[in-house]
């Protein structure tokens, strides 16, 4: 009877910590609405897209469509993105994200690239965005905020 019990509680356990270290990454999968500001807070950038988490830390970044005017990020703009998984506590998600759209505009010379580095918690990343290139001095940083939609 020992011995059952013991296999048991032995069974037990490795099902705990077999469930404890599983990771979900699924939670950045989905559509996306974003908003940038700049550092005096007017609005600088807003953009919708899809996020798939590809499950080694990567992120694949499609349907990128910028919902302002602006000419640094037209048509042709491409995205690559990470997210890192810190944990699940009392039915929250946390984690890293980082992301960056390079812009493929024929509208300006050269390029430029925006990046974004943030923290999620749950349907929400927040952070700090970057612009670098040719029209890097038009605005910039600022702060972001993501939102599952």
């Known amino acids: 009877m020992k011995l059952l019990g013991s296999i048991f509680l032995l069974t037990m356990a490795f099902l705990l910590i077999g469930c ?37 830390g990567g992120v694949t970044v499609s349907n990128l469509t910028f919902t302002t005017a602006n000419p640094c990020f037209a048509s042709g703009s ?19 994200f980082q992301m960056t759209i390079q812009s493929g505009s024929p509208v300006v010379s050269g390029s430029n690239a925006l990046a974004l580095q943030g923290t999620l918690n749950n349907n929400t990343v927040s952070g700090a965005w970057t612009l670098t290139g040719t029209s890097a001095g038009r605005s910039g940083p600022g702060s972001f905020t993501m939102n599952k939609v």
């Open 20 to 56: 404890g270290t599983s990771s979900n990454n699924n939670v950045i999968n989905g559509n996306w609405t974003a908003s940038l500001t700049d550092s005096s807070g007017a609005p600088a950038f807003g953009f919708n897209t899809t996020l798939q988490s590809n499950g080694s």
């Open 78 to 96: 491409t995205a690559t993105g990470g997210f890192t998984l810190s944990g699940t506590t009392n039915g929250v998600t946390t984690g890293g």
